[in-house]
């Protein structure tokens, strides 16, 4: 095969397969994929713990714990309080609130209610909606938050940070609220839901989180598999360009 088909296949292949990998990579995977303890629902117990100050990038917090918390969880959509478009959490000078992320367990996974769910998520909420009717009526809305994790550990950021769509993650920590402080003066103040009854929208946890685990990631390989296609691709682009010339007689 000359050079210049290798290459034209190669690129137009890494193409296909990156388009593939993005498609698959925030599939969500199916209950029988899935560790037993998502099956569970989160534990949460009245906490008498007093309340404490941290800093985070040179920002000052008050963080008040109200309940124990510990969860199981599939990620069926997050956001990045990080993200360019956010500008509240920037607005506000919040770096403790990491990321949010929209979970699942128990009744929605027994059912298979989640994959017919859609899932996303704002600055702050996370909306799920379905044009199914049997879905619907088989998701339970008392089993799904979306959690603002909260942290002054790097290492627990970092983990955080490399979640994604489809992983089952283990978390503990505390309901929390906590104040934001500008100049020493109360700036903001961010009051955790502590019931998954009003798990709407309008209902998120707020969670200290003082240990976070990933369980399993099912979706990493088209991640990765992606990263490789988009490299091979633009190398193919390259290399196109650095095909020598043919000139016709």
Same mark, same amino acid.
């Given at each position: 095969?000359?050079?210049? !088909? ?10 296909? *397969? ?47 714990? %109200?309940?124990?918390? $510990? ?10 309080? $990080?993200?360019?478009? $956010? ?8 770096? *403790? ?12 996974? %027994?059912?298979?209610?989640? %994959?017919?769910?859609? +899932? ?19 998701? $339970? ?21 490399? *979640? ?17 402080? !500008? ?12 019931? %998954? ?14 240990? +976070? ?37």
């Amino acid at each position: 095969m000359p050079l210049s !088909k290798l290459v034209k296949a190669a690129m137009i292949a890494s193409l296909l *397969v990156a388009a593939l990998c993005f498609w698959r990579k925030d599939v969500l995977p199916a209950p029988a994929g899935l560790r037993a303890e998502l099956n569970e629902e989160p534990s949460q117990i009245e906490q008498k713990k007093a309340p404490f100050e941290t800093e985070v990038n040179g920002v000052k917090y008050g963080i008040e714990p %109200r309940y124990t918390y $510990d969860l199981y969880g599939l990620v069926v959509s997050m956001h990045h309080s $990080d993200a360019w478009w $956010d500008y509240a959490h920037r607005e506000w000078g919040d770096h *403790v609130n990491v990321v949010d992320l929209c979970v699942v367990w128990g009744a929605n996974l %027994r059912r298979d209610a989640y %994959r017919a769910i859609s +899932f996303s998520n704002t600055q702050w909420e996370c909306h799920y909606s379905t044009g199914s009717t049997e879905a619907w009526q088989a998701f $339970d809305e008392t089993a799904v938050s979306n959690n603002h994790m909260v942290t002054d550990a790097p290492g627990v950021a970092r983990a955080l940070k490399n *979640v994604h769509v489809g992983d089952q993650v283990h978390f503990r920590g505390y309901l929390a609220d906590y104040t934001i402080y !500008k100049d020493g003066a109360p700036a903001g103040k961010r009051v955790t839901s502590t019931t %998954r009854k009003d798990s709407g929208p309008g209902a998120c946890e707020v969670v200290y989180v003082e240990a +976070f685990e990933t369980l399993g990631s099912p979706n990493r390989i088209w991640r990765v598999a992606g990263r490789i296609a988009l490299v091979v691709f633009f190398l193919s682009v390259i290399a196109w360009f650095a095909l020598p010339v043919k000139f016709d007689d």
